[in-house]
């Protein structure tokens, strides 16, 4: 009689666990069976809605770039990285949607201010805000290069930025979005200009030069020849490719006439002998920074300072050995 009284009205100690255990299992599966019907029940209203409701406008809800930079507190190229992994999502996502991003330019415009040498969005920004469902329109093609130029700014020996923005300058914004003849033909000079530009930093780069390259047409084409001639020349100075340089010699040969062509020949030469002879180790963009090599001895006294061997710079040295090409005849 003891033993029943002690285990009480709910049955002995030990049931009692296995009968919560039991009611909860029952409260899961109830409360789970309730939820599969209320989503079952609202998933066709939801996607009929989904089809129907379309975006059709961006709202940006950011700040001008320089209170971008304040909010940032400090974390600026965190943010950017942030905000970059944003612009390539969503330029995903409208390209999907056959709509424009119409906040992409914004967006760049806060990424290069928080972090103004960040490559990647002034590399691919031609290709982003041009790459849209609709017609781009003339202020985007002129904000492009506004953001490419501010890239060169930022990055002034970044020879792939150079040639990503004469490209863009002198080829793909006149070819396809440009319609006034006079600015086409200026746009298209200054973007030979930049791809000058982008030929001499890519001398270690032959890709680089290559495609530079097409920059000496625009500028013969337009009729800046001694533009041309200067391109061609300075691509070849910095430039260790040898078909290349075949190219640009035989380039060289036609624009400047078989006495000129030889004595720029003979100058490549003896620079070329001077490299071999003097640092043999170094690239030839290297050895054009360091300059000529000086015989101290012998150019003491200043008996022989017109003389090339006693030349401080590559320009003294050129002009000094043309004019002992003048004396010779």
């Known amino acids: 009689m003891g033993a029943r009284a002690a285990s009480g009205p709910d049955g002995p100690p030990a049931a009692r666990p296995r009968l919560s255990g039991a009611r909860d299992a029952l409260v899961t599966l109830a409360l789970a069976a309730v939820a599969a019907v209320a989503i079952g029940s609202v998933r066709a209203p939801a996607a009929d809605l989904e089809r129907r409701v379309k975006e059709t406008s961006d709202v940006y809800v950011l700040p001008p ?32 949607e056959r709509r424009r991003f119409e906040n992409l330019t914004l967006l760049l415009d806060s990424i290069n201010a928080l972090d103004p040498t960040f490559r990647d969005p002034y590399l691919f920004a031609d290709a982003l805000i041009t790459f ?4 781009t329109p003339r202020e985007e093609i002129l904000k ?52 000058q530009r982008a030929a001499e930093l890519g001398g270690g780069d032959a890709g680089i030069s290559w495609q530079a390259l097409g920059g000496a047409g625009i500028l013969g084409r337009a009729g800046e020849r001694e533009a041309q001639i200067r391109f061609l020349q300075r691509t070849l100075a910095v430039t260790d490719d040898e078909e290349l340089q075949q190219q640009i010699r035989a380039q060289l040969d036609v624009l400047l006439g078989e006495r000129a062509a030889e004595a720029y020949r003979r100058r490549l030469d003896g620079f070329a002998e001077l490299w071999r002879r003097d640092l043999p180790f170094v690239s030839k963009t290297m050895m054009l920074v360091l300059g000529p090599p000086r015989d101290t001895a012998y150019c003491a006294g200043g008996a022989h300072a017109d003389e090339p061997r006693c030349a401080t710079t590559w320009r003294a040295w050129a002009e000094r050995l043309e004019g002992e090409d003048e004396s010779a005849r």
């Open 65 to 96: 770039p320089d209170d971008v930079v304040t909010l940032s507190l400090g974390y600026r190229a965190a943010l950017a990285d942030l905000l970059w992994s944003h612009v390539l999502v969503s330029q995903g996502l409208h390209t999907f």
């Open 132 to 135: 849209q469902a609709s017609t």
């Open 144 to 195: 492009a290069r506004e953001i490419m130029e501010r890239g060169v700014k930022h990055r002034p020996l970044d020879g792939e930025l150079w040639l990503a923005l004469g490209q863009f300058v002198a080829f793909i914004a006149p070819a396809g979005y440009l319609t006034d003849p006079d600015e086409k033909a200026q746009w298209r000079l200054d973007g030979a200009r930049m791809l």
